[in-house]
């Protein structure tokens, strides 16, 4: 079974990628697949599998910071052709895989354009597809989402950049206004807390907005709960199954970037000190999230646990969570019994049954 491992892009989240995309291919030695390294650099070249495997080996950050470049490019062929394989002076060839297991966290891979491009090559992708990684990754569309099918999220509001632009002044004092102080200021398709910014006061307010339209369009403000981070890992397809739970104790003010990949300071507790009552209607809770945005193959359902009056919160869906071997989702089912290389030949086969599913679609209508 050869599996496409793609890693890196031009998000943010680059450097996330690369460290996921490590820990994957060295697990896979501990399975029955052959692992194809697919590098997608800074700039968004796909590179061939020699010098991608290269770049995991050297133990580089960013896949844009090497030569080991040999010319040759991977692309995909839309309308069922693949991937190819060419460059360098090379006529294109197939490049034949089973599956291709995107790592690529943000923009560009993580946001459904990917799942789309994948699936009009018809390669079976795993996790999400199309519509669950949009939406799951759109946190003012999920919330919406959410709100919906009736579960508890923290009061929020949406600002895209004209609308911020046209009343800067007026809209800073509405928001505090509705939602008071402090606040949490997040761009709206953003991962990995990247661009996000605890507000304490209202003359923070303005440099957080503009610091998170750098990075999107379109930001998220919500009420800054003083809350426990409690986390719950999903798996399946038609029939998921929800994990136990996990907690991150961060020694900072909040889990921001540098705590989850930069200092390693932040603690994980699995199983979560959870009163058994309680922790069951998280899991309930985060099927019910998983369901309402029509995801598959994974996901990693983040939640917060008000410390004064104990009432949980819906935060987030991540349907592409980290995959070191010390990120939530992996150690949440190796609590339950799923070790790390069959977690991830678990994740094949659900991409592969998902792809059998809708291949079997009626594409064309019939003949009267």
Known sequence: MRVGLLFGGRSVEH??????ARSVAAAMHSTQLECVPLAVTGDGRWLAPQPSAAILDADLE???????????????????????????????????????FPLIHGWGGEDGRLQGALDLAEVPCVGAGVVGSS????????????????????????????????????????????????LFVKPAAGGSSVGVARVASSDELGSALEQAFELDRKVVVEVAVDAREIECAVLGNDAP???????????????????????????????????????????????????????????????????ESGRS???EINTLPGFTPVSM????????????PRLIERLVALALERSRSERARTTRRPAV
Do not use: H
């Open 15 to 20: 450097e996330v990628s690369v460290v996921s």
């Open 241 to 307: 199954e929800a994990s136990g739970l996990g907690e991150i104790r961060p020694s900072t003010e909040f889990y921001d970037y540098r705590a989850k990949y930069v200092d390693d300071s932040a603690q994980l507790d699995v199983p979560a000190r959870v009163e058994p009552e309680l922790a069951e209607r998280i899991r309930s809770e985060a099927l019910r999230a998983y369901r309402a945005l029509d995801l598959c193959g994974f996901a990693r359902v983040d939640f917060l646990l008000d410390r």
């Open 62 to 100: 960013r896949t844009d910071a090497t030569d080991t470049d040999d010319g040759r490019r991977v692309w995909i062929d839309p309308g069922g052709g693949g991937l190819l394989l060419g460059g360098d002076g090379a006529a294109a060839r197939p490049l034949e895989l089973d599956v291709v």
């Open 135 to 182: 939406v799951g990754m759109d946190k003012a569309i999920s919330k919406e989402l959410f709100r919906n099918a009736g579960l508890d999220v923290v009061p929020s509001v949406s600002l895209t950049a004209p609308e911020y632009a046209a009343a800067s002044r007026e809209v800073g004092v509405r928001l505090v206004e509705r939602l008071g102080l402090p």
């Open 329 to 340: 989702f992996p150690k949440l089912w190796e609590a339950a019994g799923l070790a790390y």
């Open 313 to 315: 919160y819906l935060n």
